[in-house]
């Protein structure tokens, strides 16, 4: 018997009175009818609860009781104040009061309990005893005085019945009933069963309202299935949002751990000590206590996270149940269970009589809008501890829990959360380097050649930049652009492009080795997706095939790839083919605007102006590719998911790398195509004054003196930090927008109608109701973001050294803001399997193979390194002090193809200009044609370019042969627990044979006694008829 508990400390009006503790007294509590009516026109939002008796004083009457009741609310002649507060039932029973009034104790709940009972009997009074004897003096119905700040609901029921017992001792024992606060209602209820006692696993959702005879029936039918499937419902219909609250009893999920092959902890088996401590040596040597005892700060707080003991692991069966530990936070954990009652949910059909696959899983439910969502619950206690200590910005430098988070989440977004650190922390040493080759660039600032010539020149006349309305203008302009350019382009640009080649192998491999030793602690070693089961809309498309139709009679039969998946497969690339080329064209359409904007007077300054030419022009035509990119983007993705369903992927992990592959592909031409025009295309083919080379009539575009590297840094830092600018924005402000407009919307009543009412979230399932639902391939855009990330540093960071360091400052907070988005914004995604991050492996070894020749050809086309070691071999001039006028070709002014029309220009009398190019002067027999120097640095580059990447896939080749994936220790322990384990069940099965045998002999023995006596007996019997005949 529940009653409510109320206080008069409450100094805010009723109005605002929070919803969940509104929900709490229309279900529990009695009122006065005037005072009901007054708060009924507060609470709107709750309309469909307002007669609701939950969790009720007469929850332990049965239903009948429980009507009478609700008629008698209206009518119940007990007053009270607006004012309540949380606390527990304990301290109003012994009247602890710390305001000034008379009466702390004026009224328990005690007398609240009896009356609500007495009402229900159909008595208008209290029953004698009760509300006598509390501290203060009562004035005939509720005091004035007050109380303090509650302490909460804890524990203490057992002495709050003691107590309430004992001072109810006159009543009946029809009307002694113990009363619950609010909190203790709550906790009570919270992610439980009504019984308080059985966890909800599941949550099923659908419209309260929804009348439609046809869902009604399937919705049985479905819950009718789980129910033989040993799942035990429970419904909710308190709002106009019914619930469906599942639970998986140790039966259930012991069958299907069995089914789905789920390795679990063993208990401890003598022997394992002496392998795991093998192990752990590699770990506790000098050196890593050492780092460990350095970084102190960066540790777990390891009482709320305390290290797991090392167990071995055995895929589950029910004849080996004595050997699991079922007492370690492993063995079938949260997450476990959650993928469990989900494989069953998939697999429930909902129609009777022709169960087919188009009528089967909670999702073709939730598509029809039967059910309106399905979805786990968040744990409140898991949930804090890890916003507290993980999901927490100023925790940015602290370790991750990933054995909590595993338990939590599942193993797939543990190992996301574990690369995505990883790789965090493997940013660290580059990004050191890549400050080294900046500080470098600015410390030998003034030592580099063409800029200091290019600063102290005072005649050089460069040629126009665009045929009619561009003038001629000096070299010294592109003074500081050139001094700009050698930060990215100095000695230092080959060894960090070396170096990057490099770490980006030793990092995928230590990756591989360190997600081993994960797996392996997760009992997930061996783990295949072979046996994933097939994908229900897989099995639906199947059925619906015309051509499958009578061929097969299996539920997952083989569908052959020429006749069936041939055909989709094929439209879905070329649809992507499609889109790549879209992706060409928009990034054709930005080269063109800008050659348009070289050749006409810019909007956005004078065209002659450097700032215009070097600044303005390369950062708007950058802001326009990351707007172009992005909606194309936004396009794809949602396109991809539609093309990726027409496919026929037999499983899950099948659909995700073959979703991930074409939105990879097509993301790796949208970000990375105006970036590989800059470093390879421009300025290379620009033609010379006389002859230029037109696109559309338009002139191509030329870099500046020194080179396009600097133009190439601009744009990698646009497209690079706005991409990631981006996704904050879309990942983090607009969920927390959204939620914001929403909660403000329903507090100040923007939502009239009534679907349009929010749920009030009075416990765990109604909370999470609310949140964002995670999908299947959630984790996709967060590998994609920080894998397209990957490229942008192995690709192009030797034209931005710091740009590890940029990705190494948003991965710091992208850990942070990924584990708050999933806790505070996603409902709790059902926990998966994996051994690795799957596909997306492979796609950063395929981009570090291309990185090594993208390097080299920037190095080898885009710097001034091999033009550098030509000019010093063939002139000897090692200083360079003539090299900036070895770079630049003389051109005739009276050859211009087009003549430029300078108007009152200082310029006009110019017979002779500059241009960046290696060709003859215009007095030389050949002029303009290729001089030997020029073909001399095209050998040298393309020699350097075969050198360096042959030098640089050998390293690689070693490193990987040198890092193996697995190491040697956790092999050989790999190798000796499957020998422990082995022998441990055979030694296991011979003491069961023995047990057998030996309760086998044991009821022979006694079989064999008990016919003994039986023979015995018969003979006594037939002497004794013997004797008798004889006498």
Not at 630 to 637: A, E
Request: glycine fraction near 6%.
């Amino acid at each position: 018997m529940y009653s409510a508990v109320r206080t008069h400390d409450y100094d805010y009006p009723e109005s605002e009175m929070d919803e969940r503790e509104s929900l709490y007294f229309d279900t529990i509590s009695l009122a006065d009818s005037e005072a009901a009516a007054a708060a009924a026109a507060h609470r709107k939002s709750i309309s469909q609860s307002r007669n609701t008796i939950y969790h009720s004083a007469v929850d332990l009457a049965g239903d009948e009781n429980r009507s009478s009741l609700r008629l008698g609310v209206e009518n119940a002649a007990l007053a009270w104040q607006p004012g309540y507060r949380q606390s527990t039932a304990l301290e109003h029973l012994n009247g602890n009061g710390n305001g000034n009034g008379n009466g702390g104790g004026d009224q328990t709940d005690a007398v609240i309990a009896a009356q609500m009972i007495a009402m229900q009997n159909g008595r208008g009074h209290l029953p004698t005893g009760i509300g006598a004897s509390t501290e203060g003096n009562n004035s005939g119905g509720f005091g004035n005085g007050g109380g303090g700040a509650g302490r909460g609901a804890g524990g203490g029921d057992d002495e709050v019945s003691r107590r309430l017992l004992r001072t109810s001792s006159n009543i009946s024992n029809k009307d002694k009933k113990l009363p619950i606060t609010y909190s203790q209602w709550k906790s009570r209820t919270y992610r439980r069963f009504d019984d308080g006692k059985r966890s909800v696993d599941f949550v099923l959702a659908y419209n309260g309202e929804d009348q439609l005879e046809e869902h009604r029936r399937k919705r049985e039918i479905f819950e009718a299935n789980l129910q033989r499937e040993g799942l035990q419902l429970e419904h909710n219909k308190v709002q106009r949002v019914h619930f469906i609250k599942i639970h998986a009893p140790a039966e259930v999920l012991y069958r299907y751990a069995e089914v789905l092959k789920i390795k679990v902890p063993l208990k401890p088996i003598p022997g394992q000590d002496q392998i795991f401590a093998e192990t752990a040596h590699e770990f506790k040597s000098c050196l890593s206590r050492m780092c460990r005892s350095l970084f102190s700060s960066v540790q777990l707080n390891s009482e709320l996270f305390p290290e797991r003991e090392p167990r071995i692991h055995l895929e589950f069966s029910k004849n080996y149940l004595e050997l699991y530990d079922t007492e370690h936070p492993n063995f079938l954990d949260a997450s476990t269970r959650y993928s469990i009652i989900s494989f069953i949910l998939q697999r429930q059909h909902f129609v009777e009589g022709e169960e087919t696959a188009d009528n089967l899983g909670i999702e073709k439910l939730v598509q029809d809008g039967i059910y309106t969502c399905s979805y786990t619950l968040h744990d409140k206690d898991d949930r804090d501890r890890l916003l507290k200590e993980w999901a927490n910005i100023s925790k940015w430098k602290n370790l991750q829990p990933l054995d909590q988070i595993k338990d939590y989440f599942g193993a797939k977004v543990a190992l996301y959360f574990a690369w995505l650190g990883f790789y965090t922390k493997m940013l660290i040493p580059i990004s050191i380097l890549g400050i080294l080759c900046f500080l470098y660039g600015f410390i030998t600032w003034g030592s580099d050649p063409i800029s200091r010539d290019i600063c102290d020149d005072n005649g050089t006349i460069m040629c126009p930049q665009c045929d009619r309305n561009c003038d001629f203008w000096r070299l010294n302009e592109t003074c500081t652009s050139s001094k700009f350019n050698y930060l990215i382009d100095n000695n230092m640009t080959v060894v960090f492009a070396l170096t990057m080649s490099i770490w980006a192998v030793v990092y995928l491999e230590f990756w591989k080795r360190y997600s081993a030793g994960l797996v392996h602690r997760w009992g997930l070693t061996g783990f295949t997706h072979h046996v994933e089961h097939p994908r229900p809309q897989y099995l639906a498309k199947i059925s619906r095939s015309r051509k499958l139709a009578g061929k097969t009679t299996t539920l997952d039969p083989d569908v052959p790839f020429w006749s069936f998946k041939f055909l989709p497969n094929f439209t879905s690339y070329s649809i992507m083919v499609l889109f790549i080329c879209i992706s060409v064209i928009a990034i054709a359409g930005i080269i063109i605007y800008r050659m348009a904007q070289r050749a006409s007077h810019s909007i956005l300054g004078s065209e002659n102006s450097m700032t215009f030419k070097v600044m303005i022009l390369p950062m708007t035509a950058g802001i326009i590719d990351l707007i172009v990119i992005s909606l194309l983007d936004m396009v794809y993705s949602s396109l991809a998911v539609k093309l990726t369903n027409y496919e026929y992927c037999r499983t899950q992990t099948e659909y995700d790398e073959s979703l991930t592959i074409k939105n990879y592909v097509f993301q790796f031409v949208n970000y990375y195509s105006s970036l590989f025009y800059i470093a390879f295309l421009k300025g290379k083919f620009v033609g010379y004054p006389a002859k230029y080379n037109r696109v559309l009539g338009f002139r191509q575009e030329e870099c500046n003196p020194g080179g396009c590297l600097m133009e190439l840094c601009m744009q990698l830092v646009i497209i690079m930090a706005g991409k990631q600018a981006v996704n904050a924005i879309v990942e983090m402000l607009i969920p927390y927008l959204m939620r914001t407009i929403k909660e403000l919307s329903y507090r100040h009543g923007w939502y009239k109608s009534h679907e349009d009412q929010r749920l009030v979230p009075y416990n765990q399932f109604t909370e999470d109701y609310n949140l964002l639902p995670a999908e299947n391939n959630s984790l996709y855009v967060e590998y994609l973001e920080m894998v397209v990330q990957f490229g942008f540093i192995t690709l192009f960071s030797l034209a931005f050294p710091l740009a590890p360091l940029l990705a190494l400052l948003n991965n710091v907070l992208e850990v942070r803001l990924d584990a708050i988005k999933m806790l505070r914004f996603l409902r709790r995604p059902v926990g998966m399997r994996a051994r690795d991050i799957g596909v997306w492996q492979g796609i950063m070894t395929v981009v570090t193979r291309i990185a090594v020749a993208s390097s080299a050809m920037i190095i080898a086309f885009s710097t001034n390194l091999i033009p550098k070691i030509v000019y010093a071999a063939s002139s000897g001039d090692i200083e360079l002090n003539n090299y900036l006028n070895f770079t630049l070709a003389v051109f005739n002014t009276q050859d211009f193809q087009v003549q430029p029309l300078l108007g009152e220009s200082q310029h006009v009398n110019e017979t002779v200009c500059r241009y960046t190019e290696f060709r003859n002067p215009p007095d030389d027999p050949h002029p303009y044609k290729r001089p030997m120097i020029y073909w001399k640095i095209l050998t040298g580059r393309l020699a350097f370019i075969v050198i360096y990447q042959n030098i640089i896939t050998m390293l690689q080749g070693i490193l990987r042969w040198a890092v193996p994936d697995v190491s040697g220790r956790l092999l050989k322990r790999i190798k000796h627990e499957n020998f422990l384990l082995r022998e441990h069940i055979i030694e296991y099965e011979k003491q069961h044979a023995m047990k057998l045998v030996q309760t086998e002999v044991s009821v022979g023995q006694q079989k064999a006694e008990s016919n003994l006596r039986q023979r015995q007996s018969e003979t006594a019997n037939r002497r004794s008829e013997e004797a008798t005949s004889f006498v």
